[in-house]
Each structure stands twice: as C-alpha cells, then as structure tokens.
C-alpha cells in the first residue's frame, strides 16, 4: 500500500506523528470527563395541575382528561400517562425514542403552548398547570445537613446559606433544598371567642389580605421634587398581625385579632417530605452539574468551599453523604482502569509468551499506541469515561492486537524464509490489508445496532460502540503504517533459522494431520459438530433471561408501604423505629431515610417515587457490598414481622434503566371496580407464590372520605352555600391561606385555622361553627348539616393514553424474574377479563423486549452490510456462505460458559454475542483469504487448504487467546460478567471449530479431494 511504502520511506515523520499520539491521548485522558454511569435522556416531562377540592375521579374526569387531549396533539409523543389523586393531577408525557437531549428542548417549548392552550378548558379552580421539564436532572451530590442540638429552623438557615455560596462554585447548575418546610405564619382563631366576637371570618380573612399588600399611592410634585407618596401601615412583624383591629360589618366595638387567635410562626403541618439521616431530622441539598461540566472537579471544587465556609457553620452542624457521585465515579473509574491494565498486561504476557520478547513487545507497543489514540478520537467524539465506554476498551483490547498479530506474524514467517526486512513488510501488508479492514469494518458492524438504537437501553450502551468504531478502525490504521515500520526496524531472526519450514514442528504436523482426517471423514465431523451445535441450542433455551444486573453499589433501598391514606406523621414513626435496628445492624455504616416520597434522582438510573404521606424509603450504606445479601434479607425479615401492617421491599440498585417491579401486569378497562377486582385476583395469585415479595398495585387502597350531609333546606335559610360550609371545615381542621405575610425577600403564607385540640378532635367537627349571613351572627355547623356519613373512594387513578390501568407489581426474593413471571404468566393469564378489557405485560419483560427491538429493528440492515461486505471481499458467494456458518457454532461456547458459570442471558450477553459474531467472521475471513492465496500460488487444492489452516493457526489462535483472557478482569464485575463470559466462552470454542469446520466447509463446497 502506498500509506505503508510512506511510512517506511518517512521514518521520522511516523515516528513523531507516533510520539504525538501518545502525548495527545495522554492530555486527552486527562481532560475527559469523568461518570459513574453513562448518560441517557430521559424523555419524560411532569404536566402537574392543583384542583383544590376534587375527588380523584373529578381530577381524573375534568382536568387530567383535557391535558392528556393537549399533550396527544404533539406528533413526538410516544405515550402520556397520568396520575390523578384528590386535588393535584400529574400527567406524565413521554417523547419518542428519536428525540435526544438535543432536540427536546424545543419539544417541551411546544408542549407548554398546547398546556396553556387548554387552560381555557379546565374548570374554575383548576390551574395553573405547570411544565416540569427537568424530570431527569440527576442531582450528583446529595447530603444531609443535621444535628441534635439544632432545630429545624436553625438546619434551614444552614441550608440556605449553604445553597447561596455554593451556587457561586464551578460546574454547579441548581441546589435544591430538600425535606423543606416553607415557612408560614399560623392564626389559630378560638371558636368560642370569635363566636362571642360577632365577627364574619370573611372580615379576618379580607384584613389579613390587604393589610400587606404592596400598593401604588403615586407620587407628587413639591417644588422641584418628584416625590414618592408611601402611607404607613404595613405589617412588619408578627406581632403585628395580632395588632391588627377588627370592626364588625355593622360597626360597633372593635378588637384585636390576638384577642381571638394565637398568631405564631412555624413550618406547614403536616410536611410533605421528610429526610432523616442517622436518626436525626436533616434537611437535604441536592445538587446538580450544569451541562457539559465534570462531575468529579464540581465535588472537588464542593468540597474545598466546604472547607472555607467551615468558619461560618454553627459548631455541632454535621453533614452526611447521602450519595457523592464524584467519589463514586473516581473509585469506579480507576476500578476500571485497574481492569483495564490488568487486562493490557494479560495480553502483553500472552503474546511474550507465545510470539517472543520481540514481537511480544512490538505488539504491546502498537496496542498501547491505539489505546492512547483512540483517546484523543473518543474525546473529540464527546465520549466519557464511565463504565461503558471503559468496558469497550478492555472488550475490544484482544480485537486491537488482531491485525499487527497478522502483519508481525507474516513478517516473521517472510524473515525466517529468507526475505530482506522492507520486502517482507510490503508483500504482507499488500497481501492482508484490504481482507483486514473489511473484517475489521465487519467487526465494527456487529455493534452498530447497538449503536444506532434510539431507546434509553440504546443510548445507555451507545459510548460501547463509538469505543470499539474508533478503537478497531485505529487498530487497522496502525497495523498497516506503525507495526510495519517497527517490524522492519526491531524484528530479526537467528540466521540457522533462515530458509527452515517455520510450521515443521510436531505440533503444526500433529494438527495438519488431524485436519487432513477431519476433511476425509468431513460427513462424520459435521454430523457431530450438528449433534453438538442441537444440543447447545436445547441447552441455550433453558439459560436463564434478564435485563441489566443489579449494582455493586455499597448501598440499597428499603421501600415501606403503609396503606394509603396513613399519616406522614404515622409513616415517620415507623421510620424511626426501622432506623433503630437497622443501625444496630453489623456492616450499616449510615441510613438515610425519605418520608412522603422518593429522593431526588442522584443516580440518572434512580426512579424517583412521586409524594405519598404513606410511603418512605430508607437508603441504607454498608461498609462492604458482599455483605448486602445478608442485611438486606434480615432487613426484610424484621419489617415483615414488626410492621405486619406495612409492605416493605429491599432491593438493590440496577445498573442500567429499570424500575421498581420487575414483574408488571397491567390491566386496561373502563369500570374501577372491575379494574380493582381484576387487581386483587392478580395479586392474591402473585402474592400466594413463595418467591415473590413487595406484591402491591399501583392504586393502592381505597381511602376513607367523611362526607357532611347538608341540609339544603337550612342551608338555603342561612344564606349558606357549599363553598362556604367547605371553607368552614378547610379553616377549622387543615387550614386555609388567606393572606401573605412579607419578610425581607421571602413570602410566607398566612393560615387560618382552627387551634391544636380542636383540629385533632374529630369529633369537634359536631361544634364547628360557621357564619350565618341571615342571621349576622356564626351559628354551630350541626344547623345545617343533617349529619356525617363515612365512605371509600379511590385515592389514585392511573391512565395511560388516557385508558384508565391499573398495574400490579412484584419482585422475586431470589433468582431472576423470567423465571418467575414464566410461573405466574399462565395463572394471571387464566383470570376471565369482561369484554373491554386486557392484560398487558409490564415492568423486565417489557423493557427487555423493547431493547432487544430497538437491535432488531436495526440489525438486519447492519448484518446485510456485513454480508454484503464478505461476499465483495472474495466475490464468492460459496466463500460467503462457508464463512457465515461458522457463526451459529458460537452457541455452544455460549451455553457451556453461561451454564457453567450460572449467568444468566440478559442484555449485555446480547451484545456479547453480536460482538462475538464479529470476531468470528474475522477469523474466518483471514483464513479464507490465506486459502486463495495459497490457491493462486498453484498449490494443489488439499494442500492450500492444509497449508493455509496451519499457517493461520497462530495468528487466528492469538488473536483469541489475547481477546478471551483479556476478558478475564471483567469477570469479577456485575454488569459486564455475562459479557464477558459469552465472549471469552464463544470464542474459545467457535475459535477450534473455525479452525477445523472452516477447512471442512470448504472442502465440501468445493469438493477438495484428500490424496
């Protein structure tokens, strides 16, 4: 080739160019951007709209409705899904997998215009919606501020000091409190007093709302001024709120409001959310890394700020690490690259071994080369380094060696027959460089699937083929300058060796004389290889399925379930009482616990549970993962036995997307009833199963509602109406916000209620009292309410494209959950579904369909590109077909290794295997093409077939060796080990059979006689 003729005439020009490679990668390294996990878009966006007052079902009916109709006229939508619970819809929306980070932007832009197009259609009281398109922010450092001698305010002053200097550090994008509780100002009104009063509540309520309103009084000219006019009267504390005089609608006497109420400070009862760190309240910083900046300098940069604002942090505060993604990513980072150069001096010592010092090191060379350059193209490329992309390194390490295998090799073989050193890099690099780079194109093409595959599985996996494009495609661009320039420079042969048969060894004669065997009894060999290859495929469909293994993340969940409807203050309390025995536990190192919600999403594969007053997840560390195991199922013993009332679920962290519920059955239908008798068929089912646990549905409950019977006939003489008597119990029990109060540059709310032992005696409810227009006076609510009836409604209603669904959810205790859902499938399937409805298959076996799709959909056009590309190598469709065969014979590698090794095959071993196939055909590819070489030379057609195998057998046999124990560091590692295995088990035994079945094939096709 002419780059090689360039190359040796220009030798110091390729040696710096070498030079600037390595330095280049080596700075590229460093300045490449650092994750735990790889990126993926997620492409959701929460539409949340408040409906004060409604039932589930009205949210659902009345404004859920019209927002899903909004959304369903984009045309990116893939699915919209809602979720309507009394007062507050939340409709989620779901792009289609073509749109990336990117382009959604303008998507959710689009989707606001349709939102507030159809504010115009939402009931009065419903609104404003609001557009959460930052669902998917991944919050990479999340701790908890706390400490005993502190009370929660004094923790919220910490953390808003905090978010306020920490805003300023590099790389930092938003800093969300979490666990807040917005401050407000509580006017507690005494029932009797203010009854005694003669007041209207509507004259507290309208003197709370104007008393601080900001208003224009203008302004007016004096003299030459222009002077601003600002009467007095403002609230300036909260005294004086309780300063505030009242005078009744008919005039007479006027009081105080501190005469009637108590007026105090405090945070909103009850508290939406709860963060509780060691067993102490804590209020929570999450905090995120703007786009394009590294993760690992923003903690650096974190934590040096820390250090500088120690001085001005009240001593006894102390700060727990929830998650600090920029210490997980260095520990997980250089794990990594600990494997990876494990797995460089694996090959390194494989080809010292088998090649020699010489060649052994000049291969070494050539791979670190490639290594290093393909750092400088992946960081071009906007590739990170995170557990993918350095996974694809050390899968491809093997596959980079390949082509200077074949190029020394050849050189070698050229100089022990005698040939001067240039000739002899010239003919081999004429000879092999154009089969090479289309087997190495066909290798590349084997991952392209992947690569091109538009879902969150795809673009989670995607940096593994952009590693292994750039890495290979440099592999070939190496083998055919550097490696021939320094075989011609290094390499040398012991001159007793000139002219000798360099394959007359007995190993080399011991292998040509099976072959030659192999070919005359070729109906025999591959009648056996069938045999064998059938019972592979038997063996195969009994391999346990997956999708992605769970974490080593030395930490994991405890989700706890109370029945819906439980007080946070109720779910808190068992918090506590879990978090006492869970810290007693030996190998607990911290507990973080989350009340009323999910946490935010510190990890892009964490799913964040949306609010739920009976719902909280304890995130439990330990100081070693191996022992996860065990605490996690003494975890889970003690809370099924203390808590017999709850439902709680320990598990671990998923590497890649996922969610809770691996199991999902979903039915669709109309009739809530039908839906929820559906459910509970379904669960009784699942939950009767001895390997499933954390067995629920996504409605959960019913919850009980007190309903007032109102007596219309009274009601109507009072001049009462429903709103009214709604707001008498809103005031009298929960609180109703009737003004403002104005603090430097915070707002709170000003409540109105109705004082503690009144609010926590429901039956205080009977003595409520209520102002009666006609009789200007508050009368007791009893006058015009016949009496309470209690009742059940649905506190959750779940929709998808606008289909109301109600899913039921399970876990297996032990194992994977094929093997589970293929036990209960049969079971919920059997349950009679009324005409109208359906049974949809959720949670792993969706997603893991979905994935595997997204290849599909992509992969017969990349396996035509590479069938097209074999055939217009050899222009043969003979020498084709004989290649191709080879590839199903990796199954029976496949199955004894993922058999021995009890993986299951989940989706990384999909790849492994379409990667395998790769390889495969490459090594087919350089063996065919010695064939006709040796055929052209005017061998006869037994010898060039013999001739050839065994010239091969070395590089072929190197190159499988240096791929397979290169796979060796990856196997202590969970979410590369089936991987690994299907690679390192395939290839060893495709590798002996292509040496003997490819050889066999073609003498069959072409009918090659043994003399």
């Given at each position: 080739m002419k780059i090689t003729e360039f190359c040796l005439e220009n030798r110091t020009t390729t040696l710096f160019l070498t030079a600037v490679a390595i330095i280049g990668g080596m700075v590229a390294y460093q300045n490449m951007g650092r994750l735990e996990d790889p990126e993926f878009t997620i492409?959701?966006?929460?539409?949340?709209?408040?409906?004060?007052?409604?039932s589930a079902e009205e949210v659902e009916q009345e404004v859920s409705d019209e927002i899903e109709i909004a959304a369903q006229q984009l045309g990116q939508l893939k699915e919209v899904e809602s979720r309507s619970e009394r007062g507050l819809s939340t409709v989620t929306v779901t792009m289609q997998d073509r749109y990336d980070k990117t382009t959604l932007p303008q998507v959710w832009d689009e989707l606001r215009r349709k939102i507030n197009d159809a504010r115009a259609n939402l009931p009065p009281g419903a609104g404003p919606s609001l557009v959460v398109d930052d669902f998917g922010d991944v919050y990479g450092v999340f701790f908890a501020i706390y400490g005993s001698e502190y009370t929660y305010d004094e923790l919220w002053d910490v953390a808003k000091f905090l978010r306020r200097e920490l805003l300023l550090v590099d790389d930092v994008a938003k800093i969300d409190v979490f666990g807040d509780r917005p401050e407000v100002v509580y006017v507690e009104l005494d029932r009797e007093r203010l009854s005694q009063s003669g007041l209207s509540p509507a004259i507290i309520i309208s003197e709370l709302q104007n008393r601080n309103l900001v208003s224009n009084s203008g302004r007016v000219n004096v003299g030459d001024e222009f002077i601003t006019i600002d009467p007095t009267g403002l609230v300036d504390s909260?005294?004086?709120?309780?300063?505030?005089?009242?005078?009744?609608?008919?005039?007479?006497?006027?009081?105080?409001?501190?005469?009637?109420?108590?007026?105090?400070?405090?945070?909103?009862?009850?508290?939406?959310?709860?963060?509780?760190?060691?067993?102490?309240?804590?209020?929570?910083?999450?905090?995120?890394?703007?786009?394009?900046?590294?993760?690992?300098?923003?903690?650096?940069?974190?934590?040096?700020?820390?250090?500088?604002?120690?001085?001005?942090?009240?001593?006894?505060?102390e700060f727990g690490i929830v998650s600090l993604q920029s210490e997980s990513v260095t520990v997980a980072i250089n794990s990594f690259?600990?494997?990876?150069?494990?797995?460089?001096?694996?090959?390194?010592?494989?080809?010292?071994?088998?090649?020699?010092?010489?060649?052994?090191?000049?291969?070494?060379?050539?791979?670190?080369?490639?290594?290093?350059?393909?750092?400088?193209?992946m960081s071009s490329a906007g590739v990170t380094l995170e557990r993918i992309s350095l996974g694809a390194l050390i899968i491809a390490l093997g596959m980079l060696v390949d082509n200077a295998i074949v190029v020394v090799d050849g050189m070698l073989?050229?100089?022990?027959k005698g040939m001067e050193r240039t000739a002899a890099a010239l003919e081999v690099v004429k000879q092999t460089a154009w089969p090479l780079l289309g087997a190495t194109i066909i290798a590349v093409l084997a991952f392209a699937a992947i690569g091109t595959s538009q879902d969150s599985t795809g673009e989670y996996t995607r940096s593994l083929y952009t590693v292994i494009l750039i890495s290979l495609l440099l592999s070939w661009v190496t083998a055919v300058t550097v490696t021939p320039l320094l075989g011609v420079m290094f390499l040398k042969v012991k001159e007793t060796e000139d002219g000798t048969d360099p394959y007359g060894s007995g190993f080399y004669r011991a292998f040509r004389g099976f072959l030659q065997a192999c070919i005359r009894l070729r109906w025999v060999t591959m009648a056996v290889v069938i045999v064998v290859f059938v019972a592979s495929v038997i063996g195969f469909g009994r391999l346990e399925q997956s999708f992605f293994p769970n974490s080593t993340r030395p930490q994991f969940m405890v989700d706890y379930w109370l029945p819906q409807g439980t007080s946070i203050e109720r779910t808190a309390a068992d918090v506590e009482a879990a978090e006492d025995y869970i810290r007693g536990i030996d190998g607990v190192a911290h507990v973080s616990s989350v009340i009323g919600g999910g946490a935010p999403r510190?990890?892009?594969?964490?799913?964040?549970?949306?609010?739920?007053?009976?719902?909280?997840?304890?995130?439990?560390?330990?100081?070693?993962?191996?022992?996860?195991?065990?605490?996690?199922?003494?975890?889970?013993?003690?809370?099924?036995?203390?808590?017999?009332?709850?439902?709680?679920?320990?598990?671990?962290?998923?590497?890649?997307?996922?969610?809770?519920g691996k199991i999902q059955a979903r039915f669709i239908g109309e009739d809530l009833d039908?839906?929820?008798?559906?459910?509970?068929?379904?669960?009784?089912?699942?939950?009767?199963?001895?390997?499933?646990?954390?067995?629920?549905?996504?409605?959960?409950?019913?919850?009980?509602?007190?309903?007032?019977?109102?007596?219309q006939d009274a009601a109507n003489l009072n001049q009462i109406s429903r709103k009214d008597i709604a707001g008498a119990l809103l005031q009298g029990f929960q609180g109703a916000r009737v003004g403002v109060y104005r603090e430097g540059d915070e707002l709170l709310p000003i409540i109105l209620r109705a004082p503690e032992y009144e609010r926590l005696d429901v039956a205080s409810i009977q003595n409520l009292q209520i102002w009666s227009p006609a009789a200007q006076r508050m009368i007791p609510l009893r006058q015009v309410v016949l009496g309470f009836e209690t009742v059940f409604e649905d506190d959750l209603i779940l929709r998808l494209n606008r289909q109301r669904t109600i899913t039921v959810l399970a876990d297996p205790r032990v194992g994977e959950a094929a093997p589970?859902?293929?036990?209960?499938?049969?079971?919920?399937?059997?349950?009679?579904?009324?005409?109208?409805?359906?049974?949809?298959?959720?949670?792993?076996?969706?997603?893991?369909?979905?994935?595997?799709?997204?290849?599909?959909?992509?992969?017969?056009?990349?396996?035509?590109?590479?069938v097209v590309l074999t055939v217009a190598l050899f222009n043969s469709l003979k020498q084709m077909a004989v290649i191709w065969l080879v590839v199903p014979l990796a199954v029976i590698g496949v199955t004894i290794g993922l058999g021995v090794t009890n993986q299951p095959f989940g989706f990384m071993a999909t790849l492994g295997f379409l990667s395998l196939s790769g390889m495969l055909i490459k090594n087919a590819i350089v063996l065919i093409d010695e064939i006709n070489l040796q055929n052209a030379e005017g061998k006869a057609p037994i010898d060039a077939v013999l001739d050839s195998a065994v010239s091969r057998l070395r590089p072929v046999a190197m190159a499988a060796a240096t791929t397979i124990l290169g796979m060796a560091p990856l196997f202590p590692d969970a979410f590369f080990v089936s991987m690994a295995v299907t690679i390192a088990f395939g290839l060893g035994f495709a590798t002996i059979l292509t040496m003997v079945v490819v050889p066999v094939l073609y003498s069959i096709f072409y009918r090659v006689k043994v003399a």
């Open positions: 492409k959701d966006a929460l539409i949340i709209t408040p409906y004060p007052g409604a909260v005294e004086d709120i309780g300063a505030i005089t009242l005078t009744g609608e008919a005039g007479g006497a006027q009081i105080r409001l501190r005469d009637i109420a108590t007026i105090r400070r405090g945070f909103v009862e009850p508290a939406d959310r709860l963060l509780r760190y060691d067993g102490n309240l804590a209020v929570g910083l999450a905090i995120s890394t703007a786009s394009g900046g590294n993760v690992v300098t923003m903690g650096e940069a974190l934590e040096a700020r820390m250090r500088e604002l120690a001085g001005e942090i009240p001593l006894g505060v690259l600990m494997s990876l150069l494990q797995a460089v001096g694996i090959v390194i010592i494989v080809l010292l071994a088998f090649m020699g010092a010489q060649s052994g090191f000049l291969i070494g060379f050539i791979l670190f080369l490639t290594i290093a350059g393909s750092f400088v193209f073989v050229r100089l022990q510190f990890l892009l594969t964490y799913s964040p549970e949306k609010g739920n007053s009976a719902y909280a997840q304890l995130l439990v560390d330990v100081a070693d993962s191996r022992e996860i195991d065990r605490i996690a199922a003494d975890i889970q013993q003690m809370l099924e036995a203390r808590f017999s009332d709850s439902n709680p679920q320990v598990r671990k962290f998923i590497l890649g997307p996922g969610e809770p039908v839906l929820r008798d559906l459910a509970s068929q379904a669960e009784a089912i699942m939950g009767g199963h001895p390997n499933t646990f954390g067995v629920r549905n996504d409605w959960r409950e019913r919850v009980k509602v007190v309903q007032p019977v109102i007596a589970l859902l293929a036990e209960l499938r049969p079971a919920v399937e059997a349950i009679p579904l009324p005409p109208g409805y359906r049974l949809e298959w959720w949670g792993e076996y969706k997603s893991s369909n979905d994935a595997r799709e997204g290849l599909s959909s992509k992969l017969p056009l990349f396996l035509l590109a590479m």
